[in-house]
Nanobody, 116 residues
Framework: QVRLVESGGGLVQAGGSVRLSCAAS????????LAWYRQAPGKQRELVAE???????NYADSVKGRFTISRDNTKNTVYLQMNNLKPEDTAVYYC??????????WGQGTQVTVSS
């Protein structure tokens, strides 16, 4: 069973930076990709950034140039560096892992609040 635990959220002023971390544990051999999703109040959950097994990355248009996804295979950890934060980035951020067998594992989420 894969377990994902996010950390690093909190309250930050607009223009500031936050780095989210997601530590994965359990039986992890290969996977299609790791990703960060977010859900703001009253809105649907959306993909923020993803990184494939081959380290290709993809970003939502709204965060391109501001957010960076990366991973440390030695620590089974994926990161989301968020710079120049805006109030509209306020959301619960979720870490996910997509195994080769299909489906997706989700973390419990971490709140990021950006004040104006």
């Amino acid at each position: 069973q894969v377990r994902l635990v996010e950390s690093g959220g909190g309250l930050v002023q607009a223009g500031g930076s936050v780095r989210l971390s997601c530590a994965a544990s359990g039986i992890i051999f290969n996977f299609r990709g790791l990703a960060w999703y977010r859900q703001a109040p009253g809105k649907q959950r959306e993909l923020v950034a993803e990184i494939t097994w081959a380290s290709s990355t993809n970003y939502a248009d709204s965060v391109k140039g501001r957010f960076t996804i990366s991973r440390d295979n030695t620590k089974n950890t994926v990161y989301l560096q968020m710079n120049n934060l805006k109030p509209e980035d306020t959301a619960v951020y979720y870490c996910t892992l997509e195994p080769l067998s299909g489906g997706r594992y989700w973390g419990q989420g971490t709140q990021v609040t950006v004040s104006s």
